[in-house]
């Protein structure tokens, strides 16, 4: 016996086929009509149905935590970051969210590896953190507005509901901090490593995005913040008993491990580079490498002078010590710093206006006619990288 709805719907009198025929469907593309005949036909054409206007409707969240273990997990850690509206309390399929009027999402992507990207026990609240921080690092690359992110991720067997707790506390301070609320996402388990992967969706203007293409002949290259730290940083958390590292005080090996850990996306860098840059990049993988990436697309050289680079007190003693730490200053990745190109007119403007955002930038070098690989200037001449960045494969 089918069940009785289904009996029901088989004894319905077939309706009316409301689609075309199956030749016109979309399948085959009908030939486009001239444009005075489709004028035409649009003219005589019934207007659309309107969809409905659903209003909003309180969402039981409390109810649905109950239904099981990973729905009490999203409930606990995960809603109380999902502020918009829109997100539905992270109890349906998707979320809903408006874009501000006259503006273009702008959208990114960056996953997080245990083992590859972070330590599994770095503190889980810096992991998260770190995790939403290199995206919002690529919309501060673009000079775009954050307007939300959504979060997925696998975890292995014996993550503790502590250890969740603790990330979901680091995640909601900077969700708060950057004014970036969680919109959604997923959560498995996996038999690998863990896996965070969160996509920050942010606004612009249309046309107001910075790109990496862009860089002309003469303009300066210019970095955010210093360069090199993260990597230095990283050196000193895998213990590679480096005497210029190890020879480091408390404060400047905390300083390293810390921008290892915790990136500062320069998001209040927007208007500047919405006025001033040419072109612009996040430097995730290493200065070199990113460098060559933003050459490539702009068709241009550069020409980088080390001397010029902004260094921290504590990456200067290192390099001071072991000068051949300044290879991995370039090419090591992790700054989360951003790399922009000015043309030399705007230099004054761009540097007054950074600085009032409190973004400390400086011109490293200069982009030269192209297209060819940056050539990085060291205190001996042209530097010869074994690798320009870090790369996974
Ligand atoms: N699996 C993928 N599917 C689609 N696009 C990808 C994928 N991986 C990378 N990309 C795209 O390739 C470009 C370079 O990626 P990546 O080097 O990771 O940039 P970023 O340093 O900004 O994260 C970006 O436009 C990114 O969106
Ligand atoms: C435990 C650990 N080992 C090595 C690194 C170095 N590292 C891993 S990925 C990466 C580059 C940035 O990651 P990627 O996935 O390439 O980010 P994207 O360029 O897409 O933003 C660096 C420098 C690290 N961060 N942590
Ligand atoms: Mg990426």
């Known amino acids: 016996m089918p069940p009785p709805l289904l009996a029901a719907a088989r004894g319905r009198p077939k309706a009316e086929p409301r689609l075309r025929k199956p030749a016109e469907s979309a399948t085959e593309a009908p030939p486009s009509p001239p444009a005075e005949a489709a004028q035409a036909e649009a003219a005589q054409a019934p207007e659309p149905p309107q ?99 959504l979060l997925s991720i696998a975890l292995p067997e014996g993550i503790r509901p502590e250890w969740l707790d603790a990330f979901a506390r680091g995640l909601a301070d900077d969700s708060k901090k950057y004014r970036i609320p969680l919109f959604g996402g997923d959560t498995v388990r996996t038999t690998g490593p863990m896996v965070i992967s969160i996509t920050a969706l942010g606004t612009a203007k249309p046309g107001e995005v910075v790109r990496r293409a862009g860089a002309q002949p003469g303009d300066w290259v210019m970095v955010t913040g210093t360069i090199g730290d993260a990597a230095l940083g ?20 905390a300083h390293l491990t810390d921008r290892y850990l915790l990136p500062q996306p320069r998001l209040r860098l927007a208007a500047a580079l919405r006025l001033h840059a040419t072109a612009a990049m996040d430097i ?8 060559a990436k933003l050459c490539a697309v702009s ?18 003693a290192a390099i001071e010590t072991d000068p051949r730490l300044l290879e991995r200053v370039v ?10 190109t000015v043309p030399s007119d705007d230099l004054d403007a761009f540097v007054s206006a950074a600085t ?31 690798q320009m960045s870090f790369s996974h494969f």
């Open 299 to 316: 068709g241009v050289g550069a020409r980088i002078e080390t001397a010029l680079l902004p260094l921290s007190p504590a990456a200067a």
């Open 51 to 149: 969809s409905r206007v659903r209003p909003h409707v309180p969402v039981h969240a409390d109810a649905v935590s109950r239904l099981s273990g990973e729905d009490a997990l999203i409930h606990r850690a995960f809603a109380p970051l999902a502020s918009h509206e829109g997100a539905f309390g992270l109890t349906d399929d998707a979320a809903a969210i408006a874009v501000p009027p006259s503006h273009e999402v702008v959208a990114t992507t960056d996953t997080l590896v245990a083992g590859v990207h972070f330590f599994p026990d770095d503190p889980p609240e810096a992991i998260a953190r770190k995790a939403l921080r290199v995206n919002l690092s690529d919309l501060a690359a673009k000079a775009a507005d954050p307007l939300g992110f």
């Open 356 to 386: 009032r955002a409190g973004v400390a930038v400086t011109a490293i070098g200069e982009i030269t006619a192209g297209p060819g690989l940056p050539v990085l200037y060291g205190p001996d001449g042209p530097m010869k990288l074994k």
């Open 284 to 291: 995730s993988d290493g200065l070199a490498g990113d460098l």
């Open 234 to 253: 990283l050196m000193l958390r895998k213990h590679l008993g480096l005497k210029a590292l190890n020879r480091l005080g408390t404060r400047d090996k």
């Open 331 to 340: 090419s090591g990745g992790d700054d989360y710093e951003i790399l922009m």
